[in-house]
């Protein structure tokens, strides 16, 4: 059965002898729509107004040869697809060759038998339908993931704390348009605050689902477990038991005392923060023990630790997608960079102007590459906490 005429593909006939153009047409215009130029400009001009389905194109022509024409035509194509089928005389290899490279998608010698002109169009035909599919079904994925996008960025904390003695910087981008990089501040009670920060491997949105699970668990279980080693221990046993998915999470977590400036904290395997202390000028890793990341196996057992935040002093937790950015050489941006660069420009600038600067040397030493990974940069900035003897 022939298709309606309404849903007939529409073909593009470019040759300059009109005795073939007639030809292709009447093999072609019992199942499809044709229209027809005479030269390499003309169906520059046609492909652009007619927006045809599929091009059949002779090579040697006046004014444009066929070669040009179809680079043309496939550099201005480049958000859709417009097969392009040679039919030309120059049957010698290198002809061939150059056709192919130009972006043909298929090459047919004259003199041709009709019934293999029309196999030909068809299995051409055959697959711009399939690339449409395919397209379509990129565009659903695409919505899709906007979607776990905004939820994902819904999830996030919305405000900063606003603390006396403390400043707060937070940024996340993330690599495709969801991922699995997770910051959190959590209000614990008037004298104590939580703060977070995570990587699941990987990205998109199996981390972003991941991702929003540890959300849940963490505020689900705030008042019942204030220790950072009791709430990851905890979250990853829930975790391993309901989830087998082959991702896993590294997380820092850790609870400041605000009337002293005191930080408890645990990690799961995760990348250790520095805690840079300005009035000395010292650059510390924080140490992190042993444990493992989440979700690896039930029985991990992850050290707590308590260091000391002190007036004019900053903790900048990260992920690995910032240290491992690499620019244009082959370095990586590095923890030394991250913890000199900390030093440097933080000296005179809060949190918030740090966090900005940090990302500007960031992207300059990028120099125009582009992140493979997540990365979240997040930083507490101390004030004015003096050590006191704190309540155990």
């Not at 444009?64 to 697809?81: D, P, W």
């Not at 993931?145 to 403390?166: F, H, M, W």
């Not at 941006?333 to 913890?339: C, E, K, P, Q």
């Not at 582009?370 to 101390?382: K, Q, R």
């Amino acid at each position: 059965m022939n298709p309606q005429p309404e849903h007939r593909p529409k073909i593009l006939i470019v040759d300059d002898s009109k005795v073939i153009t007639l030809l292709i047409k009447s093999v072609l215009d019992e199942d499809y729509k044709t229209v027809t130029a005479s030269d390499g400009l003309q169906a520059i001009e046609v492909n652009n107004r007619e927006k045809p389905d599929l091009i059949l194109m002779d090579v040697e022509m006046p004014n444009m040869n066929g070669y040009e024409a179809c680079k043309i035509i496939k550099e201005q194509s480049q958000n859709t697809f417009t097969p392009i089928i040679f039919i030309t005389s120059k049957n010698d290899l290198q002809s061939i060759k150059t056709g192919l490279r130009a972006g043909a998608e298929d090459y047919l010698t004259k003199p041709f038998e009709s019934e293999e002109l029309l196999v030909r169009v068809q299995a051409v035909l055959r697959t711009k339908k399939l690339y449409n599919q395919l397209m379509e079904a990129y565009a659903i994925i695409d919505q899709e993931r906007d979607t776990i996008a905004q939820i994902q960025k819904n999830l996030l904390c919305q405000e900063l704390p606003q603390i006396s003695g403390y400043n707060f910087f937070a940024d996340y981008q993330p690599s495709s348009k969801a991922g699995g990089d997770y910051y959190d501040f959590i209000s614990i009670d008037d004298n104590h605050l939580g703060v977070l920060v995570a990587d699941v491997s990987g990205h998109g949105t199996p981390a972003a689902v991941i991702m929003a699970m540890m959300r849940v668990l963490l505020r689900a279980m705030l008042s019942k477990l204030h220790s950072p080693k009791e709430m990851l221990e905890t979250i990853n046993q829930i975790l391993c038991k309901n989830q087998n998915t082959g991702h896993f999470i590294t997380a820092f977590y850790g609870v400041i005392h605000l009337p002293s400036g005191q930080l408890k904290y645990a990690s799961a395997g995760h990348n250790p923060p520095l805690l840079i202390e300005y009035e000395t000028g010292s650059i510390q890793q924080l140490k992190t023990g042993k444990g493992f990341p989440l979700m690896i196996h039930s029985n991990n057992e992850i050290e707590e630790r308590e260091t000391q935040l002190l007036p004019n002093s900053k903790l900048i937790c990260y992920t690995d997608g910032l240290t491992e950015a690499r620019g244009k050489g082959t370095d990586m941006y590095g923890l030394d960079r991250l913890g000199q660069k900390s030093l440097e420009l933080g000296k005179s600038k809060n949190a918030d102007e740090l966090g900005l600067a940090l990302k500007q040397n960031l992207n300059d030493f990028l120099n125009g590459g582009e992140f493979t990974d997540d990365f979240t940069l997040v930083i507490v900035e101390a004030t004015g906490p003096r050590p006191v003897e704190i309540e155990h």
